[in-house]
């Protein structure tokens, strides 16, 4: 079962990945942390992520689309994966869509994270003071909600048409959202 986790920064994509991943014994897969560890690591991906980063704009596809590429290439991913903060651009999407078809496989559930712009800013304000992330500053945050609405938000309609997609309430507290989601699931 291939699920994509569809939301704007800080609307809980994160957070309800790994539970729903734990509980369905699925990998999950989340572009941002991989490119946080890269540049944790000061790797020549992470050097060349972390500017895009902190201010808060896309790291360019042609980055990204390889990296994802090959984690959809790997042995544990082949039957089912939890996908969380990709993808999220339109080159994204069809290379999503084509590898997985590639192995005679689809996006089975799409969840879109639907959460007012108020709170997004709440919870990443928050989290500035507990994690210190270097894109929680004013700045960096205003521009990912603006590159949200921009580059990912389209992914939406495109995803709409294919009937997959469910829009799931994102305010409330962590277990309730993830009983609804389980709801949506089925499991
Ligand atoms: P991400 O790591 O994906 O960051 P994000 O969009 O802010 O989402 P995140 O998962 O951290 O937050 P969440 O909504 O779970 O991307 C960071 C950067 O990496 C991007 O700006 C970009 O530069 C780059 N990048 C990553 N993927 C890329 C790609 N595919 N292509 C190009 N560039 C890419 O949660 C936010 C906060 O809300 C948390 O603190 C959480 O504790 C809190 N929260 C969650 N649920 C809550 C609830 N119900 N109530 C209250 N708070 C809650």
């Known amino acids: 079962m291939f699920i994509l986790i569809l939301g704007a920064p800080g609307s809980g994509k994160g957070t309800q990945g790994k539970i729903l991943a734990e509980r369905l014994g699925l990998p999950k897969i989340t572009t941002g942390d991989i490119l946080?560890?890269?540049?944790?690591?000061?790797?020549?991906?992470?050097?060349?992520?972390?500017?895009?980063?902190?201010?808060?704009?896309?790291?360019?596809?042609?980055?990204?689309?390889?990296?994802?590429?090959?984690?959809?290439?790997?042995?544990?991913?082949?039957?089912?994966?939890?996908?969380?903060?990709?993808?999220?651009?339109?080159?994204?999407?069809?290379?999503?869509?084509?590898?997985?078809?590639?192995h005679g496989q689809r996006l089975n559930h799409i969840l879109l994270m639907d959460v007012t712009e108020e709170e997004l800013v709440r919870r990443m304000r928050q989290r500035a003071q507990t994690e210190g992330r270097s894109d929680d500053t004013p700045e960096a945050i205003a521009t990912r909600?603006?590159?949200y609405q921009r580059d990912t938000a389209p992914l939406v309609a495109h995803y709409v048409q294919r009937g997959i997609l469910r829009r799931v309430p994102g305010t409330g507290t962590v277990d309730q959202i993830a009983e609804e989601i389980k709801r949506i699931v089925g499991r």
């Not at 090959?70 to 990709?86: H, I, S």
């Not at 339109?90 to 590898?99: G, K, M, S």
């Open 36 to 102: 946080r560890a890269a540049v944790q690591a000061g790797t020549p991906l992470g050097k060349e992520a972390k500017q895009f980063m902190d201010a808060g704009t896309l790291v360019p596809d042609s980055v990204v689309l390889g990296l994802i590429k090959d984690e959809l290439a790997k042995p544990d991913a082949k039957d089912g994966a939890v996908f969380d903060g990709f993808p999220r651009t339109a080159a994204q999407a069809e290379l999503v869509d084509r590898t997985l078809a590639e």
């Open 145 to 147: 909600l603006q590159v």
